[in-house]
Structure formats: C-alpha cells, structure tokens
C-alpha cells in the first residue's frame, strides 16, 4: 500500500514505548507494545531494528502489523536508538559484545510483552538485527514460534578490503586502547544520502524518514561504527557461520533477500540459509537492503511472501 510521509511518522494509534532496566547490568533498554486493534489478535509480531535504526523508523511496518490484526512490540537493541548507549560519544556506534543483547530480548519478552501481548510470537528483523535474532534463535528457542527477517547481517559486504583491514586494525587499535575510534571511512550521523546510507533504498520519501524522525530527537541519531564493534561483529558472524550451528536452528524462518543489497553478502547468506532445516528464501530482484523502505513495488514483494508465510501451520 502507499502511505503519506505524515502516516509514516505518526506513532500508531493504541501503543505505548517505555523503558526497562536490563538484568545484564542495569542500563535502560526502550521497548513499545501495541495490542491487536480487533477483538481478537493473530498473535504477536516483534520487531527488531538494523543497525542505526529505532522503533519510530517502523511506524509504517508496526501500522500495517495492526491493520492485518496482529499485536505488535519493537525493542531498540542496546547500542541504538533509545537504548543506552556505552560511549559518552552517542554516534559511534560500539558493541563490546553481540551476545550482550541476548539477555535484553529475552526479559523485554518475559516480563513486558508476554504479559501484555497473546501468541504465538514471531520475530520480525531487519540486517543486524536479523543477524542478532538468528543467534538468539539459537540460544533461545523457545521465545519464537517463527522468525521473518529483511537482508540479514549472515555476513558484511567489505570489498575488496582484505582481512588485514577488517579484522587485524580492529585487534591492533584494541590493543592500543583505540577500541571506541571510528573504523576508516566511518565518521559521525550527518543527513541526506552519503557513503552507506546512499545505498539502503530507491525511495527518497522513505529514506527520508529517518532523518525526520532524528531532526525531531537527535538522541536517535547514530554513525558509523567502530573499532570496537568491527571485532564484535566479525566475531559474531565467525560464530554464526561455524559448523553446526545454523543446523541447530529449527524454526521455521521466512528470509527475504535484496538483489541489489551492497550491504551484506547474499552469497554467504543463500549458502547459510542451505544449511538451515526449516529456512525459506525470497530473492527481490533489484531491491536495496532496506526492502522495508523500499518503494512499493518492493515492498509488496516483502508483503506477499510475509502473508503466505504465516498462513502457513
């Protein structure tokens, strides 16, 4: 469907966004719920944000949930969005470890959204956060009943970099005590399309989103990454990638595939995906990674495979 940048950027009708602090150590973590809109809910779709996104960016997808009849609840993983954040720099972004968000999920689950939202429960991520729920799939069985995930993270997309560049600076500047510097290349949030960010869709009107969303509260704004998180990360993907352990992930998962994606390697993901039991690709020809910002034609694609995969028993 094609929605106005006003019903975009309007908080949908019926929810609330709070914050809880995390048992892992105490900081604040955001979460929002939204009960079904009908008299009955299809169950539970939880959405989980990519890298340098938050809730607010999909109010558009949160919409459409509800209008289906599902009940919806999103969460800022730590690191982003409204979640706290480790640097007094807020816009370098900077995870010492992936597994740390894995407690998070699962009290945001245990004690805010179970209680206020029926099941069954699916996962619905986007890139990082698509690799973070793949692990949390793992480690955690028994939250999802089902997962639905964008171009996610199975591993980055570096070029021609050799992994001198991705994995051996990160170690040597940590060494040094230089975790917390911007990677080469990366530097702090400024708008409009630039470097990464001229490659996440065709849509200039839903591109822009973010940017509104971040001029109204620049607390959500969030640059490149770090040292740090490059060591995080390339550590996380090693992990993902190791033997057994995407064997080990049995529910049934929808993965929907960017052709045009320069983001993440669908190379890596379509051979990661073979591997998994209970796994089902769909390729978008064309598509930029943000297929949920995409233009509808896109989009649509996204929508039609979602509905099929959750009619699905």
């Not at 740390?100 to 986007?126: R, S």
């Not at 990638?241 to 960017?258: C, D, F, M, R, W």
Request: glycine share 8%; aromatic share 12%.
């Amino acid at each position: 469907m094609t929605t106005t940048a006003e019903q975009r950027r309007t908080k949908p009708k019926g929810g609330q966004e709070a914050f809880f602090a995390s048992s892992l150590d105490g900081v604040k973590i955001r979460y929002g719920i939204w009960p079904a809109w009908g008299e009955t809910s299809l169950g539970t779709v939880v959405v989980l944000p990519g890298r340098t996104e938050f809730i607010e960016k999909f109010y558009e997808v949160i919409f459409e949930l509800l209008e289906r009849g599902y009940s919806v609840a999103a969460m800022d993983w730590r690191g982003q969005g409204m979640s706290h954040r480790a640097l007094a720099d807020r816009e370098k972004h900077y995870l010492e470890d992936f597994a740390d968000v894995f407690p998070d999920l699962a009290q945001c689950m245990d004690e805010f959204i179970k209680p206020a939202l029926a099941g069954p429960y699916t996962a619905l991520a986007h890139s990082m956060g698509g690799h973070l729920t793949l692990r949390f799939l793992h480690d955690f069985p028994d939250y999802f009943s089902k997962a639905a995930m964008t171009a996610p993270m199975v591993d980055i997309e570096f070029g021609v970099l050799p992994s001198l560049i991705t994995e051996g600076l990160p170690k040597l500047m940590k060494t040094l005590g230089q975790e917390d510097r911007y990677a080469p290349g990366q530097d702090g949030y400024k708008d409009g399309r630039w470097g990464w960010r001229a490659k996440l869709t065709h849509d200039m009107d839903r591109f822009e989103d973010e940017d509104f969303f971040i001029t109204e509260n620049r607390d959500l704004a969030l640059g490149g990454i770090t040292y740090g998180w490059m060591i995080a990360a390339v550590a996380s993907i090693k992990k993902l990638n190791s033997a057994g352990y995407p064997e080990a992930i049995k529910i049934p998962t929808l993965v929907v595939q960017a052709g045009g994606d320069e983001i993440v390697r669908n190379d890596r993901m379509t051979t990661f995906l073979g591997r998994m039991p209970n796994a089902t690709c769909v390729h978008v020809p064309d598509a930029m990674h943000e297929i949920l910002k995409e233009e509808d034609q896109y989009r649509d694609q996204f929508w039609s495979a979602f509905d099929a995969f959750m009619a699905e028993d």
